[in-house]
């Protein structure tokens, strides 16, 4: 763990001095890997490591890449992350059929059944766990009676949470991991196959019906986490402009305070006449654009960093909503 905090930090410290989108994106693979390496050469577990590592360099305050940077290698990620999801479940299967024909009949039941009664055991284990979490924190809120004391979880949420246990490629990669010569190392592939296999499949497949079920009520957390997060930043930057009494500061401010009135009335606060007449005025510059290098009055290193620039803008226009975000199963 220890290493994986550390390899953050230097990371960090490397990719916030990089200004160049392709290099910065290959020095964070580079990295991501030699962290992997560089634990296996000290004996220490890759999949901790680099879980560690990831944790660290997502929660840090400080934002080491700018926004150019950050937006081309989240983009890059998130085909990466994809693909790797892909591969994981390409090599392991690869790997379990050659598992199975080394077993004669008896000893290939014994094992399927063996790898399937753990993942009963995973299921179960989550499920009580959900509950036992549910009865705690009501027993802890009735106990302590304040005003501070978190909402205790409802059963139906408590029923939800047990049974979203799907597993991902971190249960694939922490097997993958395993020397070859570890033992039971064969068993432990197949039962992380099936345990994977079946939790993605039984219990992603019958998580929407048991929540259409249960009749569960949406759950608005993140919507209402945005909205006070987006009020916060605006009302510190009026705050900033309050006392600059430039044109540039004034226009600013209004935009702002626009903005701001659109996200206490719970609307997108993106969503104002300014923001519209801008996106229909870079429609249009988009469109010059296109002319020009049509018409070979620019080239193509010329369209490109004015077409960036652009996209900047409308990028600035738009709200992102949470939808947008997406996390492999683990």
Do not use: C
């Not at 179960?124 to 009865?135: C, E, K, N, P, T």
């Not at 009676?145 to 029923?159: E, H, N, Q, T």
């Not at 719970?266 to 018409?295: C, F, I, M, Y």
């Amino acid at each position: 763990m220890v290493a994986g905090w550390l390899s953050a930090w230097v990371s960090a410290l490397l990719i916030r001095r990089v200004e160049e989108a392709s290099t910065s994106v290959i020095l964070q693979f580079v990295m991501t890997f030699g962290v992997w390496l560089f634990a296996e050469r000290l004996g220490l577990s890759g999949v901790v490591t680099i879980v560690v590592f990831g944790l660290t360099a997502g929660r840090m305050t400080w934002r080491p890449m700018s926004a150019r940077l950050r937006v081309s290698s989240f983009a890059i990620w998130d085909a990466v992350t994809a693909v790797l999801n892909i591969l994981a479940f390409m090599l392991i299967g690869l790997q379990i059929r050659p598992i199975l024909e080394t077993l004669d009949q008896g000893e290939r039941v014994r094992a399927i059944g063996a790898a399937l009664a753990i993942l009963a055991v995973v299921i179960v284990v989550r499920f009580i766990w959900a509950l036992v979490y549910h009865s705690a924190a009501q027993w802890l809120n009735l106990l302590f009676r304040s005003d501070r004391a978190s909402p205790a979880l409802s059963v139906k949420g408590a029923i939800v949470i047990g049974w979203s246990g799907m597993r991902g490629i971190v249960t694939l990669a922490a097997a993958l991991a395993l020397p070859a010569d570890f033992p039971y190392r064969d068993f432990v592939l197949l039962t992380a196959f099936v345990v994977v296999l079946g939790t993605l499949v039984l219990q992603g497949l019958t998580l929407k019906p048991l929540i259409n079920w249960l009749r569960l009520p949406k759950d608005a957390t993140v919507e209402g986490e945005v909205a006070t997060a987006r009020k916060a930043a605006l009302n510190a930057a009026i705050t900033f402009l309050g006392n600059d009494k430039t044109p540039a500061a004034q226009r600013l401010k209004l935009e702002y305070e626009e903005a701001l009135a659109h996200a206490r009335r719970g609307r997108d606060p993106h969503d104002t006449a300014d923001n519209t007449l801008r996106r229909q005025v870079l429609d249009k510059a988009r469109h010059a654009l296109v002319e020009l290098r049509s018409a070979d009055s620019i080239g193509d290193d010329a369209y490109r960093l004015v077409e960036e620039e652009l996209d900047w803008l409308d990028l600035s226009a738009s709200a992102a909503t949470p939808q947008d975000n997406h996390e492999p199963p683990s």
